[in-house]
């Protein structure tokens, strides 16, 4: 009798990367860089608290590459970049292409400030990057102006630019603060309805010390309870069976608007979520401190089971919920350091 070879290979089939509740990790956010163009204060940490870091000491874009390589082959699948601003990074098109390249990502997407996208979103696109999701504090030009240092023009046309160009859905992603662009929440539902994006408002997080947090934060449910906001919404409940983190609701002129509550109502449960900093940091939880560093290990000549390892161990100590601390010091990083 003929016994058929055992077949070795290289590794047993991965199950993929799961972590020890059970939440399979299968989006990455890439940091690109932690240099930003704006400059919005909830955001940034104070001066004196921390400056970018060196350009040798980001990740270049091979190593980016590599990294979002043996990623792909432990299962994620979806690949967000950001920054910092992603498109204050030299040459992004040539990265989008490397990770198009990798054969194996269904959802590529980018978070922007917008201000470079009407330059930039033609190239990006044709390089393969899906679709945008642009932050939008505000659609007065002055209050735009003073709260990011800059123009509210320049990022229009970036909506206008990126939607030209097919990098739709368009997500606006904007950070609602009491008493300081919570009026507006009415104006930019009607923004959206009217030009067809889906809206999305977030808590502030208290990321950063000295933010003010305890007075500018606004829950969903508070601005959930004001009418000018309620009488946009269609319908009593939220849209079901949303995947995002955020709870879609149509609007009554068109379109939606999602609500994102990072303090008031975690979704730490289905969270499938892993970042990499600019400096090559692996994070699995936003707010947890600790990271690990990919980036000395790949400058030192280490072999993609040594990369896939931290991977897992990423996985290992992913936290089943994160928790924010609101009298972080200094050495706590903020997100232009972690990526947003
Ligand atoms: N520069 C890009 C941008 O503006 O979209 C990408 C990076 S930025 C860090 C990503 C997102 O993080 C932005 O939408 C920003 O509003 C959000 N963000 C930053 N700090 C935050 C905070 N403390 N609370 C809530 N959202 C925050």
Redesign the pocket.
Known sequence: MRVAPIRFFSRPPTPGLVDRFGRRQSYMRISVTDR?N?R?D??RPSAGDWRSEARERLLSFEEIARIARVATELGVTKIRL?????LVRRDLPRLVGMLVGLGRIRDLAM???GALLARHARALADAGLMRV?V?L?SLNSLRFQRLTGGELSGVLRGIEAARRVGLEPIKI?C?LMRGVNDDEAPALMDFAAREGLTLRF????P?KRG?DWNRRYLGIDQLLRRDEVRMRLAGKRPLAGSQDVARYWAMRNGGMVGFITPMSARFCEGCNRLRLTADGGLRSCLPADGQLNLRDLLRGGCTDDEIRAVFLRAALIKPEIGIYEFDAGAEKRS??QI??
């Open positions: 930003c704006m919005c909830y955001c950001t920054g910092g601003e992603p978070t922007t400030n999701n932050s504090d992603n950070v977030i808590e502030l997080m990321m933010l997100m232009i990526g947003g």
